[in-house]
């Protein structure tokens, strides 16, 4: 087993750059999770660690040794398609013994391996079957059989649950977290579904745009994102934003959502924030503000309610049931100790909680590009903040404007929470 | 649905001219080569069926129908795997080496332009390159010829068979430790064998029914079948229902190889996926 190390590498095809310098440690037998949007070159970089694809520049080291020019059978390293690529022409048996009779190795030590391999991953009945004759589950354990025999260095996985339906997906999950630990065999795993990562994964890479945003633990990203996208991308349902100013410690946004006393300011200067609270740790609370419920999602274990607050957007996820209807009215509240704030305009987080040094939001830092935008906030509590926000969103892919509450009920948002957010604002 | 259901039986009627269409000619010959001269040129239509031609044809000593056939099939099936291998490895590489796409653009629009030529504008230029080696008159040119003359249709159908292989297969290979002949020979060529198979098929057809360049190529030791067949018609007597025999009987090796390998054909024109 080995540790792979990834420096400053970066890949264009053409004049297009995929990987615009990623640097990512994989120490030995960790479970590494690369996640990011489709498209932002998490399989390029797999790939690339594989020896599938060529590296533009940096370095790439697997277990001490630079490979960037040593061909993939030299690399010791097995991946996991997407699509499992099994032979189709070759038996479980064959498919999974591939690599040794390349290898040159005696039958009867193929035979012993491939047995072992299927042992552990309950195919030893299927072990005569074409791959056509298997259900997706099965070609996934076969594909993961293929890999295993070998005993590489590093396992790599390329989305390889994808295809599957959602109930195996976490059955196999589970299974590949099971294996993981029993070989303790170092894997790099790519996904775009953050809850895999978050379940299996020691690390987690976030990526967007063949850049790393942050790496960490999965409780780190959640506890602590670095950035807004991050935020967003890592928990499910998604974090709710709200736009809105810093003023003498107090947040105050365009609903109302924190209570005016509250001291809960990140920083020590005053200015434009972004709020993010996650879903679960908002709750209904009759100390909080007026929100509209648009759409319940009851799922028995837990309760999603998508409501109106003040024209914000925003969800709420309860573990418990609750008996609320479309149309009502409710009031929620944050949990006061796990909100998290971003600044608008680079999007970084905001404040104690974090463990690298952020800058101040960018008007206290006398950005006076952001002067303007700061005194229309001050004018009118509401547009300009929200403006900043839905650029913010806009940044990290959330089209906000889109969202028309009328489409969800007919009453629209009532003009006494939109006078009590903006009197709440205004000096 | 139902605007969409028709009626099968105008679909019927023209399958079965168009089957008529094909058939009819086939039919006629065969039935020429169990006629006599004299009942064929006096358009009898009930006729008593004789062997003496299919006897004449192949066992008479003035003929040498068997020699010809051998050469047919002698020239046929080396000039076939001569193809058929130089097309699937240069169908591999065009499709699988990375080559500047510039080079696989012009490459496959030069056979492309050579395919369009007909074989007989160049027949002359083939006796003189054959003449200046020292091949002509012997299997060797022939051979090469053919396989030269079938290898613009063999790289592009093999091209399209090779494409269809997913390109993941291929990486899992390598991924497995397989060098690029292996690759090819474990992965490859077993996926795309229908494709093989139909594309063999297609160009020993060929190589059995070309006629100009053949004629200009071989002598009486070497002639093949469409050259023998033509050799029925001469200066003062066209032998037709010899010739008709002749030409049944060339047209066996073709109708066994469909019926046997019609399976892999369809397969192999049709395939969509190796899934
Ligand atoms: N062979 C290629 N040629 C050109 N662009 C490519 C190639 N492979 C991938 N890309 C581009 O690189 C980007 C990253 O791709 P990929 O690594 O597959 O993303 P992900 O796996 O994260 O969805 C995409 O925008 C994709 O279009
Ligand atoms: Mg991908």
Redesign the interface.
């Given at each position: 087993m080995a540790g792979v190390t990834i420096e400053n590498v970066r890949k264009s095809y053409g004049a297009v750059e995929v990987l615009r310098g990623v640097d990512v440690q994989v120490e030995n037998s960790e479970f590494v999770a690369l996640v990011g949007p489709s498209g932002c070159g998490k399989s390029t970089l797999l790939r690339m660690i594989?020896g599938?694809e060529g590296i533009s520049s940096g370095e790439i080291g697997i277990g001490g040794r630079v490979v960037n020019n040593v061909p993939?059978?030299q690399r010791d390293?097995?991946?996991v398609?997407?699509?499992y690529?099994?032979?189709?022409?070759m038996t479980v048996a064959k498919n999974m013994g591939?690599?040794l009779k390349?290898?040159g190795l005696p039958a009867d030590e193929i035979a012993q391996r491939v047995s072992r391999a299927a042992e552990i991953l309950d195919l030893r009945p299927l072990l005569d079957r074409l791959p056509?004759q298997l259900s997706g589950g099965q070609r996934q354990r076969v594909a993961m059989g293929?890999a295993i025999v070998?005993d590489p260095q590093v396992f790599l996985f390329d989305e390889p649950l994808s295809n599957l339906d959602a109930k195996l997906r976490v059955s196999m999950r589970a299974e590949i977290k099971a294996l993981h630990q029993r070989l303790k065999t170092t894997t790099v795993y790519v996904t775009h579904d953050q809850v895999e990562a978050m379940t299996m994964a020691d690390k987690i890479v976030v990526m967007r745009d063949g850049l790393v945003e942050q790496q960490g633990s999965p409780l780190e990203l959640y506890d602590r994102p670095r950035n807004m996208f991050v935020a967003g991308f890592i928990g499910s349902p998604s974090m709710n934003f709200i736009g809105g100013t810093i003023k003498k410690r107090r947040f105050v946004s365009g609903n109302g959502l924190l209570g005016h006393d509250t001291d809960i300011s990140p920083m020590a200067g005053d200015g434009a924030v972004i709020l993010g609270v996650r879903p679960e740790h908002l709750s209904i609370d009759t100390s909080g503000i007026e929100a509209t419920v648009l759409v319940v999602e009851q799922t028995g274990s837990e309760t999603t309610v998508l409501l109106d607050a003040g024209g914000t957007r925003m969800t709420l996820l309860a573990r418990e049931r609750l008996t609320t209807v479309p149309g009502e009215t409710v009031r929620i509240a944050p949990d006061y100790s796990r909100l998290h704030f971003f600044d608008p305009a680079s999007g970084l987080r905001l404040g104690g909680d974090s463990d690298v040094d952020e800058p101040g939001p960018s008007d206290t830092k006398g950005n006076t590009s952001m002067a303007p935008a700061r005194r229309t906030s001050l004018k009118n509590g509401r547009t300009g903040p929200r403006k900043k926000l839905s650029q913010a969103l806009e940044a990290i892919g959330i089209r906000q404007d889109r969202y028309r509450p009328e489409l969800y009920y007919m009453r629209g948002p009532g003009p006494k929470t939109h006078a009590k957010s903006v009197g709440a604002d205004s000096p | 649905m139902n605007g969409r259901t028709r009626s099968p039986v105008p679909l019927h009627i023209v399958l079965a001219i168009c089957a008529a269409i094909v058939i009819a000619p086939i039919v006629w010959t065969v039935a020429a080569g169990f006629r006599t001269q004299i009942s064929l040129l006096m358009g009898e239509v009930l006729f008593t069926p004789v062997w003496s031609n299919f006897s004449e044809v192949l066992w008479s000593k003035t003929s040498d129908f068997l020699l010809n056939y051998r050469n047919s099939i002698i020239v046929g099936v080396l000039s076939t795997i001569l193809c058929v291998v130089v097309a699937t490895l240069c169908a591999f590489s065009l499709n699988r080496l990375r080559w500047p796409s510039w080079v696989a653009h012009i490459f496959l629009a030069w056979t492309m332009i050579f395919h369009m030529i007909p074989p007989v504008a160049l027949a002359s230029a083939w006796f003189s390159m054959a003449r200046t080696v020292g091949l002509e008159n012997t299997f060797t040119g022939l051979i090469l010829a053919h396989a030269t003359l079938n290898l613009p249709m063999a790289i592009w159908l093999m091209a399209v068979f090779v494409r269809e292989v997913p390109k993941e297969l291929e990486e899992a290979a390598i991924m497995d430790g397989a060098s690029t002949p292996r690759v090819l020979w474990h992965v490859i060529l077993p996926l795309i064998t229908p494709g093989v198979a139909a594309t063999s098929i297609l160009t020993f057809i060929f190589s059995w029914n070309e006629f100009a360049v053949a004629l200009t190529l071989t002598m009486k030791q070497t002639a093949t079948v469409p050259v023998a067949i033509a050799k029925f018609a001469q200066d003062f007597e066209i032998q037709y229902t010899q010739m008709a025999a002749s030409a049944a009987l060339a047209m066996l090796p073709a109708l066994i190889v469909l019926l046997v390998a019609q399976r892999y054909i369809v397969k192999g024109l049709t395939q969509g996926a190796v899934k």
């Open positions: 594989a599938l993939p059978k390293v097995a991946m398609f997407q699509s690529a099994l032979y189709p022409h591939f690599s390349l290898a056509k293929r070998r | -």
